[in-house]
C-alpha cells in the first residue's frame, strides 16, 4: 500500500522533509509506517518514545491498521503540554 | 451571524484591520455524535490576527448571561531571554478535529455552555494574541469553568507547535506527548478549571 507520511516542527526539520510517500506491506500499521520513516531518516529515532500520530486527521493509536492512501501524521511533543522541554539548537 | 453583543459595546469587530469572523448560516448543532465535523467560525486557525470581540459575540445569545474569553498573547521573556517573536507550527486538520472534540468535552460538562476556539499560525508578534477561546453560559460559574478547561485541553491536546526566536537563537517548544485519552491529563484539565 502507499500511504503518505507527514511530518510537523522538529521532526520536519530532522527529516529535512515536511511530506514524503512510503510504500508499506498488507497489513501495516502506524507503528510500521513510523519504523519505515525512521529507516529512511535515522534522525528522527530519538523521538520514538515521545510522538504521537494522527491517521487522516484524527489522532490514531500506534496499533492501528492502514489502508492504501492513509495519509499518518508524526507529531513531537505539542508545545503547550506538561513538563516543557526546551531543545535548544542553532543557539 | 450574532454580533449583538459586540454591537452593543460599540466596539467593531472590523477595526484595527482585524479580519471579520463568518459565523455559518445554519444553526449549530452540539449533538453527541463522535464523527460531529468541526463548525467554521467556532473552531479556526488562521495566520490572520486574531478578533477576540468577534469571537466572543459568536457564541452568545439571549439565553447566556455569562461570557468569558481567554486570549494568549505572546509575551517578550521565556525562560530567561528575550523573546523576537514566536512562529506557530499547527496540522491545521487535526487541530480543527481537536477543538471539535474539546467543545464535545465541554458539552458533556456544561451542557448550556457555547464555546469557540481560534488559534492564530504562523509569525507572531510580542503582545499580539496567538489563541482566543470565548465561552458563554446562563450563568458566570460555568463560563469560567468552561473556558479554563478548554484553554487547558487545547494546551495538552492540540497540534500546534511553537518555535520561539529570541535574542541570540530559536528553540522548538516541546511539552508532553499529545493524548486525548489521557484521562490523567483530562482530570487534571477539569480541576483546573473547577478550582
Known amino acids: 500500500m502507499l500511504v503518505t507520511i507527514r511530518l510537523f516542527a522538529r521532526l520536519r526539520e530532522l527529516a529535512g522533509r515536511a511530506e514524503l510517500s512510503q510504500v508499506l506491506p498488507e497489513p501495516s500499521t502506524v507503528r510500521n509506517a513510523w519504523d519505515a520513516t525512521v ?14 500520530a494522527a491517521v487522516n486527521a484524527d489522532y490514531a ?25 526546551r531543545r535548544p539548537h542553532h543557539v | 451571524m450574532r454580533r449583538d453583543w459586540v454591537a452593543a459595546t460599540g466596539l467593531s469587530g472590523t477595526s484595527g484591520g482585524y479580519t471579520e469572523i463568518v459565523e455559518p448560516a445554519e444553526p449549530v448543532s452540539q449533538g453527541p455524535a463522535s464523527t460531529e465535523p468541526s463548525v467554521p467560525g467556532r473552531h479556526a486557525l488562521s ?5 477576540p470581540l468577534a469571537i466572543a459575540g459568536s457564541v452568545t445569545s439571549d439565553a447566556k448571561g ?9 509575551r517578550d521573556r521565556n525562560a530567561g531571554q528575550r523573546v523576537r517573536w514566536i512562529d506557530y507550527e499547527a496540522h491545521v486538520p487535526l487541530a480543527r478535529t481537536v477543538f471539535a472534540r474539546i467543545g464535545r468535552e465541554v458539552g458533556e460538562r456544561w451542557p448550556e455552555a457555547e464555546l469557540a476556539i481560534h488559534h492564530r499560525t504562523g509569525r507572531v508578534a510580542i503582545g499580539e494574541a496567538s489563541v482566543v477561546i470565548a465561552a458563554a453560559s446562563a450563568h458566570r460559574a460555568d463560563a469560567f469553568a468552561a473556558c479554563r478547561f478548554a484553554i487547558e485541553r487545547v494546551k495538552q491536546i492540540a497540534p500546534v507547535w511553537k518555535h520561539e526566536y529570541f535574542e541570540g537563537g530559536e528553540v522548538w517548544i516541546e511539552g508532553a506527548t499529545a ?4 484521562e490523567a491529563a483530562l482530570r487534571t484539565a477539569m480541576e483546573r478549571a473547577c478550582s
Not at chain 1, 529507516?39 to 510522538?51: D, K, R, T, V
Open chain 1, 39 to 52: 529507516n529512511e531518516f535515522p534522525a528522527l529515532a530519538a523521538y520514538g518514545s515521545s510522538i504521537s
Open chain 1, 61 to 85: 493509536r500506534f496499533t492501528e491498521q492502514l489502508k492504501d492512501g492513509d495519509e499518518v501524521a508524526f507529531l513531537p511533543p505539542v508545545s503547550g503540554g506538561e513538563g516543557r522541554a
Open chain 2, 47 to 51: 495566520p490572520d490576527p486574531l478578533d
Open chain 2, 66 to 74: 455569562a461570557l468569558t474569553t481567554f486570549i494568549g498573547l505572546v
Open chain 2, 179 to 182: 493524548d486525548p485519552d489521557d
